[in-house]
Structure formats: C-alpha cells, structure tokens
C-alpha cells in the first residue's frame, strides 16, 4: 500500500504531460542545473525551486528561475529519478520511497538557517558520499574494517549507517542494526568504541535536518542566537527547568476547545495532578541531571559541568546536545547505574528502568485529561499504535506546550515508578491539522485503546 500511494504522489507530481519543448538555447543549462539538484538534495534532502534558482544564479553567470528548473529537469526525473519534485521542491530520492518524512523534515528545517558553500564545495556534494564523508568517517570506517575486516559487505555496512546519520535519524537503533548486518561485537570495549566514534562522525556530518550544517556548527549558531535561555533553580518551582508564562483566566484555552482558559485546562493546572508533584519533579531533575553530567563527562561534550547550582552557566543548546549524546549512547545509562557513582539504590532501578523501558518516538498528542495528556505512537503499521497516558513535570503538557490540538511531536518518554513522564524536551512540528484529520485521530484513538488499553506504565507487558 505505502509503495503505490508514493507512486501515485510521484505521478502526481511529476506529470509526462508536463514535459515540453526545450526552449531555444537553454538546453545547456539542463547539466550544470542537474549537478545542482542532485548537490543540493544530497545536502539538503529538500529544497524549493525558486530557492535552488537563488543558490545557482549568485554562483553563476548564466541565470535560471525555478520554473525553468523544473522544465529542464523534468525528463531527467522520469527518466532515472535521481530526485523528485514535490509541488514547489526538489527532493532527494531517498523521500521517494517514503513522502511521510517530507512534512518532518521540513518541519525540523523551519527556521534553520541553511548552509551555503562556495560553488566548487557545493557541488562536491554531487553524490551521497559527499554530504557525509569527514575524517572522523574514515575513523569510524577503519575500526570497522579492523574489527570485521575490509569486504564489499562492511563497505556497505559503513556507507548504509553514513547515509542513515545524513538524512537525520539518530543511532540508537544502530546496535540492533549492526547485529542484523553480522557486525556482532563480542568484546564490549570494541562496542563502545564504536559508537564513541560513531557519535563523533555524526556530531561532525552535514545533516538534513540541520540544511546542511552539523549538529555542532548548529549548536554554535544556536548558542548565538539564545545566549541567555537558560534552566535555573530560581525558577519559582525550584525545580530547575524553565517553566512556561502563566496563561490569562479569560483568554481561549490553548487546547482549541474555544472555551475560556478559566473554564477548561486551567481546572487541571489548579489541580495540579497532569504533572508531578514537587517532590517527584525535584527527584526527577536532581536524576536527570546527574546523567547529564555523567554522559557529558564520559564524551567531552561541553566544558561546563551539568549541575543544578550551575545550571544558569549552560546554555539550552548545549544541554540539548547532551541529552541528544543519551539516548544516542544509551547503554551509558545502565554504565551510570551499574558504576555507583554516589547513587542510591533507587536512584540506580530508576536509570536502569530509562536504559530498558525509554520510548524515543514521534506522537500526536490527541487529548488532555484532568491527570495526563495522551500521545499516540506514530507507527507504520496501523495496529502498532498505542496510546500512552503521560503527565508533565513542572507544569501540565497543556500549559507546557500551549498548542491547539491535535499536534504532532517527538519525545523520550520515560517511567517514573508507576507513571509515564518525558525526558524534559517536546519538539512540535510546525503543522496544522484540519478537520479530517482530527476525526481520524480520534478513530485511531478508539482503536487503540480498545486493542492495547491506555498504557500508564510503559513497564507493564502490553496486551495484544
């Protein structure tokens, strides 16, 4: 079903009836303009027409617009599909094979910044290779070759897991992956090394999500631009997260139910059981920050020590940075629990819990309740979705988040004893849903819970 419904989208989109005549004398454009293409959607994964045309006419004489882009490269794409077009873009030819990630990425780019080289580096970018390779690559891939020897298939293997970090997924799942591709580690210090280097390569690669910057030049820029959001104990609640402004009794709830704050979430927040209570949050933040400071430790990530009296000194992106580093790394959270490091016993179940039970995923957030908002799990599989009951931490997700419902977002949820939190970070993406949409959430919202139940502790074995 997804092949066709991308092949209809792919025809869709790229009509043979749109191919016409090449207008006299531009048929040379028709090379250099494909060079770019394939450049930009290997950096990018997708770019407007118009702003291709930009990028290409200040790098060159000769001057195009995204009309004549999209008339010239038409035959290229029906003929090979090196990219696609996709309404006003180009995308890369990996999004053929699944257009759900379109409106992701291209929510993870808004507001980004993009990253423009000079021409002869642009266009180095003309295969894959080109938007992934840096010398911590070739680290990474002599490792691998050391490890498991030099083969077609281990050059595969590293060219496949360079591409996966390209297009802007994380390597959590690398381990699993490694093991189905017969890169089986039996010595755990070689295991290690490998995702050492291998998060090393991915905080140094051009990635999609980034338009082409690394997730450390990002960083910088971000720390430049919101040099003071900080997370600080002197917040009221003293639980050393920021914590959102307070909304007006008489203004629309930002739930969308168009009824008055007043009279609908604030009840919840008034109550204050969507969230934790004040001790379970300071446990969380005093926990959550020790591993902070512990994977910061152990990487080299920032210079600045992670800990609550100090968190005024950390920026937000460097703290984002570090829990990225977690769940990328996750195996550090049971190194943590198992090595003591002053850690009560509690304190060490409570990590080993996050290390077995942690559920990075994108949701739609469909409900809230008066003691939990609930997230659906986005799967491929229609049956595969399941409905979690999740409460906030200092504040409830409502007031957290302050969007109408439903939205979508991408989290780490987390037990905590016999309930289901976050780990600190909502990333919403930047789409508005219509009504259609909104039913059929509710339907797969039904659905779910009357096949799995609404799942409150994501300990528990879940029934089919």
């Given at each position: 079903?997804?092949?066709?419904?991308?092949?209809?989208?792919?025809?869709?989109?790229?009509?043979?009836?749109?191919?016409?005549?090449?207008?006299?004398?531009?048929?040379?454009?028709?090379?250099?303009?494909?060079?770019?293409?394939?450049?930009?959607?290997?950096?990018?994964?997708?770019?407007?027409?118009?702003?291709?045309?930009?990028?290409?006419?200040?790098?060159?004489?000769?001057?195009?617009?995204?009309?004549?882009?999209?008339?010239?490269?038409?035959?290229?794409?029906?003929?090979?599909?090196?990219?696609?077009?996709?309404?006003?873009?180009?995308?890369?030819?990996?999004?053929?094979?699944?257009?759900?990630?379109?409106?992701?990425?291209?929510?993870?780019?808004?507001?980004?910044?993009?990253?423009?080289?000079?021409?002869?580096?642009?266009?180095?970018?003309?295969?894959?290779?080109?938007?992934?390779?840096?010398?911590?690559?070739?680290?990474?891939?002599?490792?691998?070759?050391?490890?498991?020897?030099?083969?077609?298939?281990?050059?595969?293997?590293?060219?496949?897991?360079?591409?996966?970090?390209?297009?802007?997924?994380?390597?959590?799942?690398?381990?699993p992956i490694a093991n189905t591709c017969g890169l089986a580690f039996t010595?755990?210090?070689?295991?290690?090394?490998?995702?050492?280097?291998?998060?090393?390569?991915?905080?140094?690669?051009?990635?999609?999500?980034?338009?082409?910057?690394?997730?450390?030049?990002?960083?910088?820029?971000?720390?430049?631009?919101?040099?003071?959001?900080?997370?600080?104990?002197?917040?009221?609640?003293?639980?050393?997260?920021?914590?959102?402004?307070?909304?007006?009794?008489?203004?629309?709830?930002?739930?969308?139910?168009?009824?008055?704050?007043?009279?609908?979430?604030?009840?919840?927040?008034?109550?204050?059981?969507?969230?934790?209570?004040?001790?379970?949050?300071?446990?969380?933040?005093?926990?959550?920050?020790?591993?902070?400071?512990?994977?910061?430790?152990?990487?080299?990530?920032?210079?600045?020590?992670?800990?609550?009296?100090?968190?005024?000194?950390?920026?937000?992106?460097?703290?984002?940075l570090i829990r990225d580093a977690v769940w990328e790394r996750a195996g550090?959270?049971?190194?943590?629990?198992?090595?003591?490091?002053?850690?009560?016993?509690?304190?060490?179940?409570?990590?080993?819990?996050?290390?077995?039970?942690?559920?990075?995923?994108?949701?739609?957030?469909?409900?809230?309740?008066?003691?939990?908002?609930?997230?659906?799990?986005?799967?491929?599989?229609?049956?595969?979705?399941?409905?979690?009951?999740?409460?906030?931490?200092?504040?409830?997700?409502?007031?957290?988040?302050?969007?109408?419902?439903?939205?979508?977002?991408?989290?780490?949820?987390?037990?905590?004893?016999?309930?289901?939190?976050?780990?600190?970070?909502?990333?919403?993406?930047?789409?508005?849903?219509?009504?259609?949409?909104?039913?059929?959430?509710?339907?797969?919202?039904?659905?779910?819970?009357?096949?799995?139940?609404?799942?409150?502790?994501?300990?528990?074995?879940?029934?089919?």
């Amino acid at each position: 079903m997804a092949n066709f419904l991308n092949d209809i989208i792919f025809k869709t989109n790229n009509p043979e009836s749109d191919v016409a005549r090449c207008p006299n004398g531009r048929a040379k454009m028709r090379k250099p303009l494909d060079a770019y293409a394939k450049a930009a959607t290997n950096l990018y994964g997708i770019i407007d027409r118009d702003e291709l045309a930009e990028i290409f006419n200040s790098q060159n004489e000769e001057q195009t617009t995204g009309k004549e882009i999209y008339t010239l490269l038409l035959p290229n794409v029906l003929k090979s599909r090196p990219y696609a077009f996709y309404e006003d873009y180009i995308v890369h030819k990996y999004i053929l094979d699944d257009f759900g990630i379109l409106f992701a990425l291209l929510a993870e780019q808004a507001d980004k910044p993009r990253f423009i080289p000079p021409k002869d580096e642009f266009l180095g970018f003309n295969h894959m290779g080109g938007a992934g390779e840096n010398r911590h690559w070739l680290r990474f891939r002599m490792f691998v070759w050391d490890i498991f020897g030099y083969s077609p298939k281990t050059v595969r293997i590293c060219d496949d897991i360079r591409d996966y970090v390209v297009c802007g997924n994380g390597i959590q799942e690398f381990e699993p992956i490694a093991n189905t591709c017969g890169l089986a580690f039996t010595d755990r210090g070689h295991l290690h090394k490998f995702f050492d280097l291998l998060l090393l390569a991915k905080n140094n690669t051009r990635i999609w999500p980034n338009n082409g910057y690394t997730p450390l030049e990002m960083h910088d820029l971000l720390k430049k631009k919101y040099p003071m959001r900080t997370a600080s104990l002197a917040q009221p609640d003293g639980s050393g997260i920021y914590v959102p402004k307070k909304l007006s009794a008489d203004q629309l709830c930002p739930c969308g139910s168009r009824k008055k704050y007043k009279m609908c979430c604030a009840l919840t927040e008034k109550r204050g059981t969507a969230q934790l209570s004040q001790e379970g949050r300071e446990m969380f933040y005093r926990l959550w920050y020790k591993l902070l400071d512990y994977v910061n430790t152990r990487l080299g990530i920032s210079s600045r020590a992670v800990q609550i009296p100090l968190l005024r000194l950390n920026d937000d992106a460097s703290l984002r940075l570090i829990r990225d580093a977690v769940w990328e790394r996750a195996g550090l959270i049971a190194e943590f629990a198992d090595n003591g490091h002053g850690l009560s016993d509690d304190e060490a179940d409570m990590l080993r819990s996050w290390h077995k039970y942690h559920l990075r995923r994108r949701f739609a957030v469909v409900k809230y309740k008066p003691e939990y908002a609930i997230f659906l799990s986005m799967e491929k599989n229609p049956d595969e979705i399941k409905p979690y009951a999740v409460k906030g931490i200092t504040t409830s997700i409502c007031n957290a988040m302050q969007r109408p419902l439903p939205f979508m977002l991408e989290t780490v949820l987390l037990p905590f004893g016999n309930t289901i939190v976050y780990d600190t970070i909502l990333e919403a993406f930047s789409v508005d849903f219509g009504e259609g949409i909104m039913e059929m959430f509710d339907d797969e919202y039904t659905k779910a819970k009357d096949r799995y139940g609404l799942i409150t502790d994501l300990r528990e074995p879940l029934l089919p």
